[in-house]
């Protein structure tokens, strides 16, 4: 079946700092991957969607990367502040027309001042 | 332009009851997912429906479960007969077309507690 890891339940890093977030899938060959953010008491909220033919991805200061070799995402925060403390989701997805997504658990961001 | 409402945001029933919960999509949108979360645990895919056809139930018990998504009104997830388990979060999505490349908008979920 289908198999999600992210890495670490927290992650913790000084403020300024860039934040590397791992997401390993298994038994599965997806065409995109999708990375939501998730505050407490908050539905998740899409940041970023990579294809399988594209290596990275950016946006402000958000990367994403995409190796259907190693079957691995990592999601990079660079210059990271308080504000980016949250839970952040990774959604491995397949061809297209084959909804639904399947979620990680998610990694636990915690940028200290 | 409205983001995905659900409501209510927090709902209390007793062992035996009916949970309804409600999600309206966002404007234009016209594809709908349903999700389950435990606490610790990810998002858990339940159901997906576009209006008035459930595309793909396989997340969804077999039991007590049922989802529907009118030509008018929200769509409404529907617990029957409560228990103790069925306590989580439960999040509704939209996205206005079908496919895994389409990012999803999700609402701040209905928060379910089973006395």
């Known amino acids: 079946s289908q198999k999600i890891e992210q890495n670490s339940e927290a992650l913790n890093i000084q403020e300024g700092k860039t934040a590397t977030l791992t997401c390993n899938y298994t038994n599965y060959s997806p065409a995109y991957l999708q990375w939501y953010r998730q505050d407490p008491g908050r539905g998740p909220v899409f940041l970023l969607l990579i294809r399988e033919n594209e290596k990275e991805k950016r946006k402000e200061r958000l990367k994403v990367t995409f190796d259907t070799t190693l079957k691995q995402s990592l999601f990079h925060i660079t210059a990271s502040q308080p504000a980016d403390s949250a839970t952040y989701l990774c959604?491995?997805?397949?061809?297209?027309?084959?909804?639904?997504?399947?979620f990680g658990k998610g990694t636990r961001l915690s940028v200290i001042a | 332009n409205a983001g995905v409402m659900q409501n209510p945001r927090h709902l209390v029933r007793r062992r035996g009851q009916e949970a309804r919960l409600r999600c309206s999509p966002m404007?234009?949108?016209?594809?709908v997912y349903w999700y389950r979360q435990l606490p610790e645990e990810g998002l858990k895919f339940m159901v997906y429906l576009q209006k008035e056809n459930i595309i793909d139930e396989s997340g969804m018990p077999k039991e007590r479960f049922s989802a529907e998504f009118p030509k008018e009104g929200p769509s409404i997830l529907r617990i029957q007969q409560v228990v103790r388990g069925d306590s989580a979060a439960y999040f509704c999505?939209?996205?206005?077309?079908?496919?895994?490349?389409?990012?999803?908008?999700f609402g701040d979920g209905t928060r379910l507690s089973i006395l």
């Open positions: 959604a491995p997805s397949g061809a297209p027309g084959n909804t639904p997504l399947v």
């Open positions: 404007k234009g949108h016209s594809h």
């Open positions: 999505a939209s996205s206005p077309a079908r496919g895994s490349n389409q990012p999803q908008h």
